[in-house]
T-cell receptor, first 114, second 111 residues
Framework: GNSVTQMEGPVTLSEEAFLTINCTYT??????LFWYVQYPGEGLQLLLK?????DKGSNKGFEATYRKETTSFHLEKGSVQVSDSAVYFC?????????????FGAGTRLAVHP | DVKVTQSSRYLVKRTGEKVFLECVQD?????MFWYRQDPGLGLRLIYF???????EKGDIPEGYSVSREKKERFSLILESASTNQTSMYLC??????????FGSGTRLTVV
């Protein structure tokens, strides 16, 4: 079945460091891909998405490119801030069974210190 | 903006109790979902509903049931709570296209 694999955390960075969180997927067909973020004590929020190969999603300085050849959707940010500390989830849309639902990775916790 | 409200942030229940988790949305969205979130496992889909009185099993439906009597309300029911159901439960509704809105979650502890 369809699945998403993320790098294990926690990831600990200093402020202004470069961030990469790896995400690879297994899917039949061509799913849409997403990054969600969960700040402490809150639900998940959509961070960015890409709906087809070579699309780049971007938001709040974060970027991810849909790479079909490597089945990857790595999240990057050039300069992280303390306020970026959160748990990040990679997800794909699963249309099997005639219904559209999301399949999530395990999540990667990011801690940014001053 | 769509708002998804989960009735409790924290809940403590005893083993064997019947537990109801409530989720209410303030827009007329047809699709609603229940996930559980566990460290190292991410979010796993329990049940979802695409219309009133309609429901579909997700990946881990065992030990759970759901009810959708009105479009705005989607309830998750633990028929006989067990300690392995201690988890964070997240409700979501689906917006147009592929957008989902999540509630803040209910952290359930079964003792």
């Amino acid at each position: 079945g369809n699945s998403v694999t993320q790098m294990e955390g926690p990831v600990t960075l200093s402020e202004e460091a470069f961030l990469t969180i790896n995400c690879t997927y297994t899917a039949t067909g061509y799913p849409s891909l997403f990054w969600y973020v969960q700040y402490p004590g809150e639900g998940l929020q959509l961070l960015l998405k890409a709906t087809k190969a070579d699309d780049k999603g971007s938001n709040k300085g974060f970027e991810a490119t849909y790479r079909k050849e490597t089945t990857s959707f790595h999240l990057e940010k050039g300069s992280v801030q303390v306020s970026d500390s959160a748990v990040y989830f990679c997800a794909l849309s699963d249309r099997s069974g005639g219904y559209n639902k999301l399949i999530f990775g395990a999540g990667t916790r990011l801690a940014v210190h001053p | 903006d769509v708002k998804v409200t989960q009735s409790s942030r924290y809940l403590v229940k005893r083993t064997g109790e019947k537990v109801f988790l409530e989720c209410v949305q303030d827009m007329d969205h047809e699709n609603m979902f229940w996930y559980r979130q566990d460290p190292g496992l991410g979010l796993r889909l329990i049940y979802f509903s695409y219309d009133v009185k309609m429901k579909e099993k997700g990946d881990i439906p065992e030990g759970y049931s759901v009810s959708r009597e009105k479009k705005e309300r989607f309830s998750l029911i633990l028929e006989s709570a067990s300690t392995n159901q201690t988890s964070m439960y997240l409700c979501a509704t689906k917006m147009g296209g592929y957008g989902y809105t999540f509630g803040s979650g209910t952290r359930l502890t079964v003792v």
